[in-house]
């Protein structure tokens, strides 16, 4: 099992930044990668950026040179992964979950709402 908490998140102006965080907990050697999505009312879950185990990372074309996805572990425990968003657009007003891949299953996180007001 891995349990997700996640942190972070709120409102700002266009232009502004913020920072996400997700720690990860329990069997974190069973993770493959981490992710982070988001959605936006009405719209369906779109996949923002993908961390791996070996530290590989990728993004969607819309966040770019914008977002920047990192990772930590601490004394093999918790795997924090952060998403730092820069550059923030209205269009990025949505509510972001932490995910997490093992073999076996997908683990998500409650979600955090990030709103950026024009």
């Known amino acids: 099992q891995v349990q997700l908490v996640e942190s972070g998140g709120g409102l700002v102006q266009a232009g502004g930044s913020l920072r996400l965080s997700c720690a990860a907990s329990?069997?974190?050697?069973?993770?493959?990668?981490m992710a982070w999505y988001r959605q936006a009312p009405g719209k369906q879950r779109e996949l923002v950026a993908t961390i791996t185990s070996g530290g590989n990372t990728n993004y969607a074309d819309s966040v770019k040179g914008r977002f920047s996805i990192s990772r930590d572990i601490a004394k093999n425990t918790v795997y924090l992964v952060n998403l730092q968003m820069n550059s923030l657009k209205p269009e990025d007003t949505a509510v972001y979950y932490c995910?997490?891949?093992?073999?076996?299953?997908?683990?998500w996180g409650q979600g955090t709402q990030v709103t950026v007001s024009s």
């Open positions: 995910n997490s891949e093992t073999d076996r299953r997908s683990y």
């Open positions: 329990g069997s974190i050697d069973s993770i493959n990668y």
